[in-house]
């Protein structure tokens, strides 16, 4: 025992033995929430309370789940880790286990966000609506029906003056119809069936109630209002229920989550005991003294102030650049500077409010051979060729999924014509079957005889495919799928984008080798529950690379160093936000969540100029750099006037005196700074004052290079040198069939040929 409560400071201690009733943790970023969840359930182990399957550990992502799964083993030994999981795997499990009390079949599929407003689409076009606003709206509210738990006739009810409400519910009724048609849920659905399940169903209620003696939610400042009215549920026998999150950190209300969840638990609960975690162990002295004043200003909090005992250590850096490019070229150069000097490429993450905002540092790591990789954008499971694989697996699974048999019918390529689906999504539809059936039915249907042979052969593919699932391991089925249906001829086109999609099939591949390895009796459904479940973070890796990132996709994580970009009002704050009166401290809170993912270093810098939606324009700085003034060593009233000088070294033009920027010649080389233009120290922040000593530019290395000179670039292939600037330090090279870039003469990966 001693050992377990050994690793827990005083304020850990406290929740984590006091097992019994409601218990909510407030726990700061990087208080060692996670060592108090596996403590408290390997105190209750060890305590003999009772085993691991009668305990529910809800966590945000699966990668969190299977950390929770492996540090509990190595704990306790244990191994019946069934119930560590996501929410929606939690919803799953009870829905398979339980189908037919839900009314639903065991092997539906899941639909992820795509196929949803795939069939939402379908559903729209099909009931004879064409005004794009209706689809937009339609898919919107749908999803907040879901969220809130009403099906088609009570929501148009609830919200019957919104605009266009009387069609939404038509459209909303129609979609769920083809779900249950295709013997398909989708993510709310997962929800949603789960809590009609518990509320109709006294035996399962009862059943699943007394089966999880203690219940332990994780993140849940994140849950809605269906997610806590399960929880609620299935706590209602032994009403041991242990809740952890942070108000400062909900940042999902657009989603559906409710931080009155975590404000009102104890009121939800009247006799629940509240903890608080304060002690950081994550993050220095001034990133927390940045964190702390930024969430302040906050109203609708519970209250507490993060304090570490790790160093003061370097006060964060306010950085401002001409353009966006600047922006990036600062990063870069940090970086590079930083790897040169002994960190590795994995220490740094680059954070924004928004995806769009990776073009330009994902232009200016190209040029730099920087490795990154970029998430919460387009994810490695929703990618075409991808999706075609998992189809497949979902058809063989459940026949009845007509979005997935439409989806590989012609995949590859096999001649069976938009008629001929045509013909038979009616006969499907006439005869209230799925349009797989209609495939094995093809010698009824009006076809040509060379159609109905194809037919045949995909039916005959699919129903082999069928037979090898029921004995074959997912590893091996997967490989049988690609291989039997000839998929890599489907983008074996010759091209670069070809060759892009096969190394993804392959990386496919070794993703479900992986899986299986750590679950090697896992049936196909199995695997697709893991695979539809997954997130952002579950697609991360240890490999070497910059991580650039939205920051609603590193919640949970932490870097050494980190970068926030795009620090501009109508940025972050988002310009919806600065419209809503709470969605101002919303963005407050994902401000802090960007700030507390720092461990050693932070910069926050901006544009003063922005290409963004299609036209460039001038900006603003965040008003959030307004209120970390005092902590920056900047004046509030003066933003923007402290570095003259900055875009010399980043982009752009000098600043005249009254903090304004001169004329912009979009001509003007976007040099790094070098020894002769590089401003006085005196013109910046005390804070930059050291950023500037410590990354003093080193002497010129353009000396190596001269014009004529041949070149190669690992991304750029081979070029000429044609001109040297600021003293050799930046060089422009013509790339063959690349066009002329210009380059950093001290970070360029550029091998010399001539």
């Known amino acids: 025992m001693d050992d377990i409560l050994s690793r827990l400071n005083e304020e850990q201690i406290k929740p984590v033995t006091d097992t019994e009733g409601a218990v909510l943790v407030l726990a700061g970023a990087g208080s060692g929430k996670t060592r108090v969840l596996i403590s408290r359930i390997a105190y209750i182990l060890r305590q003999k309370k009772c085993g691991l399957g009668s305990i529910l550990a809800i966590t945000f992502t699966n990668k969190a789940a299977n950390e929770m799964k492996e540090r509990l083993a190595a704990e306790t030994g244990e191994a019946d880790s069934r119930w560590i999981c996501t929410i929606h795997s939690m919803c799953v499990k009870i829905l398979r286990d339980f189908a037919e009390h839900a009314g639903i079949k065991s092997n539906f599929s899941i639909y992820s966000e795509t196929e949803r407003n795939n069939v939402i689409k379908k559903v729209y076009q099909e009931l004879g609506f064409t005004e794009e606003s209706l689809l937009k709206s339609a898919r919107y509210h749908i999803g907040n029906a879901k969220t809130l738990g009403l099906d088609p006739d009570e929501y148009g009810r609830k919200f019957r003056f919104e605009r266009g409400m009387d069609d939404i519910a038509v459209i909303y009724e129609k979609y769920d119809e083809r779900l249950k048609a295709n013997n398909a849920l989708d993510f709310d659905d997962l929800l949603l069936y789960t809590l009609r399940l518990l509320r109709k169903d006294e035996e399962v209620r009862s059943f699943l109630s007394d089966k999880f003696r203690y219940i332990l ?69 001034a990133i927390l003294k940045l964190a702390n004043r930024i969430i302040q200003n906050n109203v609708t909090r519970r209250g507490k102030v993060l304090w570490t005992e790790n160093d003061e250590g370097e006060k964060p850096a306010w950085i401002q650049a001409e353009e966006e490019s600047g ?14 000097s002994g960190r590795k490429y994995s220490d740094y993450a680059v954070l924004m409010r928004i995806n769009a905002l990776t073009r330009s540092y994902e232009q200016e790591f190209t040029k730099y051979g920087i490795p990154y990789k970029v998430f919460g954008g387009f994810r490695f499971f929703e990618r075409r060729e991808i999706k075609d694989v998992l189809a497949y697996l979902r058809l063989i699974s459940n026949p009845f999924d007509s979005e997935a048999a439409e989806r590989i019918i012609n995949v590859p390529r096999r001649g069976i014509g938009s008629r001929t689906i045509e013909i038979m999504t009616a006969y499907a539809m006439e005869n209230g079957l799925s349009l797989y059936d209609a495939v094995v039915d093809c010698d009824r249907l009006h076809i040509n005889p060379a159609s109905r042979a194809r037919l045949h052969d995909f039916s005959n593919l699919i129903q082999g495919l069928i037979i090898a699932s029921l004995e074959s391991p997912v590893a091996q089925l997967v490989r ?48 697709l529950n893991s695979v539809t479940l997954s997130s952002d973070l579950d697609e991360m890796d240890d490999g070497d690379y910059v991580t650039l990132a939205t920051i609603h996709a590193v919640k949970g994580l932490e870097f050494p160093v980190v970068f926030i970009g795009g620090l501009e009002d109508g940025i972050m704050p988002s310009s919806r936000a600065l419209d809503e009166g709470a969605g101002v401290e919303e ?16 910069y926050l810098t901006r544009s003063k100029s922005r290409y963004l939606y299609g036209h460039r324009g001038p900006t603003v700085p965040s008003r959030f750099i307004s209120e970390l003034a005092p902590d920056l060593g900047i004046q509030a009233a003066g933003i923007g006037r402290q570095y003259a000088g900055l875009a010399r070294r980043f982009g752009g033009t000098p600043m005249g005196n009254d903090g304004e920027s001169k004329k912009y010649d979009p001509e003007r080389p976007r040099a790094l700074y070098s020894e002769d233009d590089a401003p006085s120290p005196s013109t910046f922040s005390t804070s930059f004052k050291a950023h500037y000593a410590a990354q003093k530019p080193p002497q010129s290395t353009g000396a190596k290079y001269s014009v004529g000179m041949r070149v190669s670039h690992p991304k750029f292939g081979t070029g000429m040198v044609i001109a040297l600037k600021n003293g050799g330090n930046i060089i422009n090279v013509a790339f063959e069939g690349q066009g002329i870039k210009e380059l950093s003469a001290s970070i360029a990966p550029l091998k010399i040929l001539t």
């Open 217 to 285: 939610v994780d993140e849940f400042q994140d849950t809605n209002a269906v997610q806590f009215n399960i929880i609620k549920l299935l706590a209602q026998k032994h009403g041991n229920i242990f809740v952890v999150g942070d108000d400062d950190q909900s940042i999902y209300g657009w989603r559906g989550a409710e931080i009155e969840n975590i404000l009102r638990f104890d009121k939800e609960f009247p006799q629940a005991k509240v903890y608080k975690l304060e002690r950081n162990y994550r993050s220095t002295g």
């Open 327 to 340: 922006e990036a070229l600062f990063t870069a150069r940090t970086i590079a500077d930083g790897v040169r």
């Open 480 to 527: 049988d799928v690609i291989n039997l249906a000839d998929l890599r001829s489907a983008y074996d086109d010759g091209t670069e984008e070809g060759d892009g999609k096969l190394a993804n099939l392959d990386e496919f591949i070794a993703s479900v080798d992986d899986y299986s390895r750590l679950n090697p009796s896992a049936t196909l459904d199995e695997y």
């Open 587 to 602: 963005e407050r809170r994902l401000m802090y969540v960007a700030i507390t993912r720092a461990k050693e270093k932070l």
